[in-house]
C-alpha cells in the first residue's frame, strides 16, 4: 500500500536526514530516510511526482543542514540578519534540484523493462544516478558540495576508509545503495542487506586504522585558536587583540632535545592579521601599519627552526597603482621575518569574498558577507609550498577544503595540508560539518591535515582522517603534536573523481546484469 501524503513525508524526512551530519552524527536516522526516499519514489506514479518527491527531500534536507548559513548575516550590517532565513531556503531551492534528479533517473531507468516490483537494480541505479548529481553538485555554477552523504561514515572509521578508494561522491552512491536494502528488506527481499551489512561489517574491521607512532624525528605542528569572534571585527578591536592572543599563544617555550629545539610548524587561523604582511605597495597604504614590524613582531615568537603559516590578506595593483582586488592569502613567515612563501585562496564564496554581477546588485543593495568594498581575486589553484624544515605543505583555505578531488596539486603532492579557516561566522553546525570534510580530505588524500579556525573547531588530523588532537568551540588554546606522516598515494589520490564515475558505471552494469541472469 502506497503511504499516504507522499509529499509531505518527503518534505520532513529530507529535513530529518540532515541529522545525520554532524554535529548529531544520526547516521542510521540518515540511512532510514534515504530509504524512505527509495520507496517514496517507487511508489510515484509518474515522472513528475516522483521528480517534486526528490525535490522535496531535497528542500527539507539542505534547509536544515545549511541552517548555519543565517548566522553570517548577523555580521553584515549593510543587509538586515533575518535575510539570512531566506538566504537559506533559496539555497535549498536550488539544491534540491540534484536529488530530483537523481530519484527522477531512478524512476525513469531504474524500473528495467516491464518490471514494477520493487528490486536490487533500481536501488543500484539510484546509487549512480546520486553519485552522478553530487557530483555536479559540487562543480556547477562554482560548485557547493557541502555535506556529502559519504561523510555519514565518519562515525564508523573503517567504513569512512573506504573513501580512500573510491572517493567521497562513490561512498554517498554506495550509502544510497545500503539504505535501500532497509527499503528492500521490509519487502522480504533480505539477500541485499545481508550482503551490505557483511561489507560494511568486514569493512570496519578489516579496513579501521591502525594506530601508528609519528616518524622518528618528526618535527612539531602547532595549531593556534585565540577564540576572538566575529563581533570583535564588527566592534573594531580585532587586529590588535588577535595579534596579541595569536603570539602569546605562539610564543610558548620550544622543546628542547639534544640536538637543540625541535623545529615547529605554527599554523594561525585564516585572515586573523588584519595588518598589511607584504612590503611593495604604493607608500600611501603603509599609513596603518609597518609590515617589517607586523612580521619581526611574529618572528620575535619563533625558534631558530620555526616557520609560521600566517592568514592575511594580500592587496592587488595595477600598472596605474590603484588598487585592483584583494587576496585571501596564507604567507609562510620564518623566524628572521623573511616571507618564505604565499599561497591566494582560488576558489572564492561568491557572495562571501565578492559580489557576482556587482554592477547590477550592488544598486540593489547587496552586499558581500566579508566587510569591505573590494572584491577578492582568486589564486591558480591548488599549490604546495616548500618549508624549510618541513618539506611540502599544501594549502587549502576555508571552504577550499569541501571540494573532493581539488584540494592537492597532482604534479606536486605534499606531505602535509594546511587548511586555515574562519568558522566564526557560522554557528553551532556548520563548524562540526566543516571538520568533517576536512577529514573526509585526509582519508581520500592519505595527507594529514592542520586546521586552524579563530573560534572552533581547530585540529590536527592524521592520513587516516582521525584527530589526533583538538580545540573545541569557544576555547582559546593552542594544540602541539609530532607531524603526522603521510601516508602513500591512495587510489583516490591518483585517479581522482574518475572513481566516482567508474563506481557510477559499475553500479549500472550490475542494475542490468541482474534481471537478465535472473530470466
Not at 85 to 106: H, N, S, T
Not at 408 to 419: E, G, M, W, Y
Not at 420 to 445: C, K, T, V, Y
Amino acid at each position: 500500500m502506497p503511504l499516504p501524503r507522499p509529499r509531505l513525508i518527503a518534505l520532513v524526512a529530507g529535513a530529518a536526514s540532515a541529522t545525520a551530519f554532524a554535529p548529531l552524527d544520526w547516521w542510521v536516522v540518515g540511512l532510514l530516510c534515504i530509504a524512505a526516499l527509495l520507496r517514496l519514489t517507487l511508489e510515484a506514479p509518474t515522472l513528475g511526482q516522483a521528480l517534486l518527491r526528490g525535490w522535496l527531500f531535497g528542500l527539507g534536507h539542505f534547509t536544515v543542514g545549511n541552517n548555519w548559513i543565517q548566522h553570517a548575516f548577523t555580521y553584515q550590517d549593510k543587509m538586515p540578519p533575518v535575510l539570512g532565513y531566506f538566504a537559506v531556503v533559496l539555497l535549498a531551492l536550488y539544491l534540491a534540484v540534484y536529488p530530483a534528479i537523481a530519484l527522477g533517473l531512478a524512476w525513469r531507468f531504474g524500473r528495467l523493462g516491464t518490471l514494477r516490483k520493487p528490486g536490487l537494480p533500481f536501488v543500484l541505479v539510484a546509487g549512480a544516478a546520486w553519485i552522478v548529481t553530487e557530483y555536479l553538485r559540487g562543480v556547477l555554477f562554482t560548485g557547493y558540495p557541502w555535506n556529502p552523504l559519504g561523510v555519514i561514515w565518519l562515525p564508523l572509521p573503517g567504513v569512512a576508509q573506504i573513501a580512500n578508494w573510491t572517493g567521497t561522491y562513490a561512498l554517498s552512491g554506495l550509502t544510497v545503495v545500503a539504505a535501500g536494502t532497509l527499503y528492500l528488506a521490509t519487502l522480504r527481499s533480505y539477500r541485499p542487506l545481508v550482503a551490505a551489512v557483511v561489507i560494511a561489517s568486514a569493512a570496519a574491521i578489516l579496513l579501521h586504522p591502525a594506530i601508528t607512532p609519528p616518524p622518528a624525528g618528526a618535527p612539531l605542528v602547532r595549531v593556534l585558536q585565540p577564540n576572538i569572534g566575529q563581533e570583535t571585527v564588527v566592534a573594531g578591536t580585532y587586529a590588535e587583540k588577535a595579534m596579541r592572543e595569536l603570539t602569546r599563544l605562539s610564543n610558548d617555550t620550544a622543546t628542547i632535545l639534544p640536538g637543540g629545539p625541535v623545529p615547529r610548524l605554527i599554523a594561525w587561523p585564516e585572515g586573523t592579521v588584519d595588518y598589511w604582511i607584504e612590503d611593495g605597495y604604493p607608500p600611501e597604504w603603509y599609513s596603518r601599519n609597518d609590515p617589517r614590524a607586523v612580521r619581526e613582531r611574529i618572528a620575535m615568537t619563533l625558534g631558530p627552526k620555526d616557520v609560521a603559516l600566517i592568514g592575511g590578506t594580500g592587496l592587488l595593483f595595477g600598472s596605474d597603482k590603484q588598487l585592483d582586488a584583494a587576496s585571501n592569502s596564507v604567507f609562510a613567515i620564518d623566524a628572521a621575518g623573511t616571507i618564505r612563501g604565499r599561497y591566494d585562496k582560488a576558489h572564492l564564496v561568491p557572495y562571501g569574498e565578492y559580489l557576482p554581477m556587482r554592477s547590477i546588485l550592488q544598486p540593489l543593495g547587496l552586499s558581500r558577507l566579508v566587510m569591505g568594498d573590494v572584491d577578492y581575486a582568486p589564486g591558480p589553484g591548488p599549490q604546495t609550498l616548500d618549508v624549510p624544515g618541513f618539506g611540502k605543505v599544501g594549502m587549502q583555505i576555508c571552504y577550499e577544503i569541501i571540494f573532493s578531488g581539488q584540494t592537492v596539486d597532482p604534479n606536486n603532492r605534499p606531505a602535509i595540508l594546511f587548511n586555515p579557516s574562519n568558522d566564526a561566522w557560522f554557528g553551532a553546525w556548520g563548524p562540526p560539518q566543516h571538520l568533517a570534510q576536512a577529514r573526509m580530505r585526509a582519508i581520500e588524500e592519505g595527507l594529514p591535515i592542520l586546521r586552524s579556525t579563530p573560534t572552533g573547531i581547530s585540529a590536527i588530523i592524521d592520513a587516516h582522517g582521525r584527530i589526533v588532537a583538538s580545540a573545541g568551540m569557544g576555547e582559546a588554546k593552542a594544540i602541539e603534536a609530532p607531524m603526522p606522516a603521510a601516508l602513500p598515494p591512495t587510489l583516490f589520490a591518483r585517479l581522482g573523481n574518475w572513481t566516482a564515475w567508474l563506481v557510477a558505471g559499475l553500479l549500472l552494469l550490475c542494475a542490468i546484469a541482474i534481471p537478465r541472469f535472473a530470466r
